[in-house]
């Protein structure tokens, strides 16, 4: 098989699918990788790097889709609203198409994707099960965007983050509220700690509690009902508005008393849950600094602009998106380790073998044969299930 890396087409995308030391893991799995001229430049890597690993540099994104049997992206036609749909004629009967797709929140786009015949993953729906780990990108990414959210809050913050002794006096640490304790909520943590700042941390799961005291930060307790906030993938389950309601009046105290809040909170193929309103900001201190990363579904702040940095009632709301974009070189490693050990784990003498008895297949293949197959995604398009035979050999 022919592994194809175009260049991202994602406005502003400065990460690439494969870096060069992953490819001797595709060549001993018996593939070949071409790659787009200049496709890992803006991640730090070179052309002639690529080529010393073995792969092969072709001229135009054209060539790659031609060439490849197999095409590596990160941010595929569903995620990619702009220009992903650009890349459909370039797909073909019986292509694997491998990324991000944002399937659930752009089914339509997968729905067309799937018409070109191609075989479509998406790698956002990898289950949460120990063995797949390793091929996790969407933690991986939100390791790096809970990093990249705390130097976001620093930069504009009239305050430093640690205490310091003086001989001017002693300077009180920076006071950090982080909403949403997932992967990026943990790593924004754990970052914000090691600034030196007095951390705090709220989810709606329970069971995040352990994990934000052992990074030595303090869980915000709220009396709400959370028995079933919980899904059964460990994520946090969308909740009514009345909840929703409830929860921004008991942390509005939280918010006022904090200098940065980094709200964290995403539903898969939903709009952002509003956790933080314009009188909750109104009443923080001047100078204060939200920090949004669930600004590309809408915001959790209800102040905030996707893609820009506003001032309200003297505070910095900063919206951004595609954050791990901002880390290129790491966060192309990152993802380059995950997609290659999935892609190898599917290989089996040098061929693609879909055993749709294993829960890492089956859950991230979402098209094959010309149609949807991923139950979400078919319910999300509004589709009756598949045929019993449709997702198996």
């Known amino acids: 098989m022919i592994v194809g890396i175009p260049k991202e087409s994602f406005p502003a995308e400065r990460r690439v699918a494969l870096i060069p030391a992953s490819v001797t893991a595709l060549t001993k799995a018996a593939c070949e990788v071409v790659v787009e001229t200049s496709a890992g430049y803006l991640a730090g890597h070179v052309d002639a790097a690529y080529q010393e690993k073995g792969a092969t540099i072709v001229p135009s994104r054209d060539a790659v889709f031609a060439a490849a049997d197999v095409i ?9 609203e702009p220009t992903g749909r650009d890349d459909l004629p370039r797909f073909r009967n019986g292509q694997v198409a491998l990324g991000f797709q944002r399937a659930l929140g752009n089914p339509e786009a997968l729905q067309d994707l799937a018409r070109t015949g191609a075989t479509v993953f998406a790698i956002e729906m990898m289950p949460r099960i120990t063995r797949a780990q390793s091929m996790d990108a969407l933690s991986s990414m939100s390791t790096v965007a809970g990093y990249r959210a705390v130097l976001l809050a ?77 899904d059964a993938g460990g994520y946090a389950r969308a909740q009514d508005e009345v909840f929703y309601r409830r929860q921004r009046e008991l942390m509005a105290k939280t918010v006022a008393e904090s200098d940065v809040v980094i709200t964290t909170a995403n539903v898969p193929g939903r709009r952002a849950p509003v956790l933080v309103t314009e009188e909750m900001v109104r009443r923080m201190n001047p100078g204060s600094v939200i920090v949004d990363l669930a600004a590309e579904r809408g915001g959790n702040c209800e102040l905030t602009r996707a893609r820009e940095t506003v001032t309200a009632h003297g505070v910095t709301i900063v919206g951004p998106v595609n954050v791990p974009s901002m880390v290129p070189f790491h966060a192309s490693q990152m993802y380059s380790s995950n997609i290659t050990t999935f892609f190898t784990h599917m290989v089996k003498g040098g061929r693609l ?6 829960e890492i297949t089956r859950e991230t293949l979402v098209a094959r044969d010309g149609q949807v197959v991923h139950p979400k995604v078919r319910e999300a398009l509004g589709l009756a299930p598949a045929a019993p035979g449709d997702r198996s050999d």
């Open 72 to 80: 590596f992206q990160l941010v595929g036609v569903g995620a990619n």
């Open 154 to 230: 620093a930069a504009p913050l009239p305050k430093m983050f640690p205490m310091m002794m003086t001989a001017a006096g002693t300077l009180s640490p920076a006071r950090v509220l982080v909403v949403g304790v997932g992967v990026s909520g943990l790593q924004a943590i754990a970052t914000a700690r090691k600034m030196g700042a007095v951390v705090s941390a709220y989810d709606v799961r329970p069971a995040a509690r352990e994990q934000v005291q052992s990074l030595g930060a303090k869980f915000v307790e709220l009396p709400l009902e959370t028995a079933e906030a919980e």
């Open 353 to 358: 073998d879909l055993d749709l008895t294993d």
